[in-house]
């Protein structure tokens, strides 16, 4: 008896604990949303006040009329997209490679892929935009996809689960007629849909925040992004007024909340799983 309520005591307070750190992770976020629904003088008020005192989605209206907000997200969607699909696609055959097909020096290949995790991407934006000059892309969106299309930490993701799926799939495949690229298709890809969703979700976001290379790549106010939309209402030298920077933000957000609400169940099962192998 004596047990059974000390395995209870330890039940709730684990989830006292685990209640507290989801709602302290999430205060920024309501923060965020309340400030974006305040009209300006509320935001300022001493001491801070989670509600105005009334409604106001002219923060939305500014954002959405006043700044080619549109056209950012549309940018951001369509760029964000493409990377994850490319990058899903690219990392796919590589990954299928390294865990089905063995060749000479594979491990080491492997791991020289691995190796370029450690190279900030930072470190590469000269060359690539070297690249990406002489081929005449700045302004445009090869410039904004290409480049992003590809990451070894996506290889090294489908690798893992890749080597989960019995090898004794693909010898059947192959003694039907089957060719590797028919494996992968009508085999790998749909056993792998979590880590392939996972890999498309982790593509997406990092696209969708990035701000430096879009800002190298880009002029052309039509081929800007939300982060630098999110930035240039930001602007130090004129008067920031917080629930429109707020109200893009929510905006900015709304996207990724939407996609991980669909996908979470394959996202959390896609990290599970390749993490069981190493």
């Known amino acids: 008896m004596e047990e059974k309520r000390l395995r209870l005591v330890r039940v709730v307070l684990i989830q006292l604990f685990l209640l507290a750190f989801v709602l302290v992770l999430n205060v920024p976020f309501v923060w965020m949303v309340t400030t974006s629904l305040k009209i300006r003088k509320d935001v300022f008020i001493y001491p801070p ?17 006043f700044v080619p907000f549109a056209r950012y997200l549309l940018n951001s969607l369509f760029i964000s997209t493409a990377v994850g699909v490319s990058r899903v696609i690219l990392a796919s055959l590589a990954a299928y490679a390294f865990a089905k097909i063995p060749f000479a020096g594979s491990r080491q290949v492997f791991y020289i892929f691995l190796g370029t995790m450690m190279i900030p991407f930072e470190v590469i934006v000269i060359p690539n935009y070297i690249i990406v000059k002489a081929l005449g892309w700045l302004d445009t969106y090869y410039a904004l996809i290409v480049p992003l299309s590809i990451r070894a930490f996506s290889i090294f993701l489908l690798r893992q689960f890749f080597l989960q799926i019995p090898r004794e799939l693909d010898d059947a495949a192959e003694m039907d007629g089957a060719g590797r690229l028919r494996c992968l298709f009508t085999i790998m890809y749909p056993l792998a849909r979590p880590a392939l969703l996972t890999v498309c979700l982790y593509s997406f976001l990092e696209s969708w925040n990035s701000f430096f290379w879009p800002l190298v790549v880009t002029n052309k106010d039509t ?19 917080w629930n429109e920077i707020c109200a893009a933000i929510a905006l900015a957000t709304l996207p990724i909340v939407v996609m991980f609400f669909f996908v979470q169940k394959y996202f959390l099962e896609g990290i599970t799983i390749t993490g069981m192998k190493a």
């Open 49 to 65: 006040q989670l509600f105005g005192s009334q409604l106001s989605f002219k923060g939305y209206a500014y954002v959405w009329t």
């Open 223 to 241: 081929m800007r992004v939300v982060q630098i939309g999110l930035s240039a209402l930001a602007d130090p030298t004129i008067s920031i007024q």
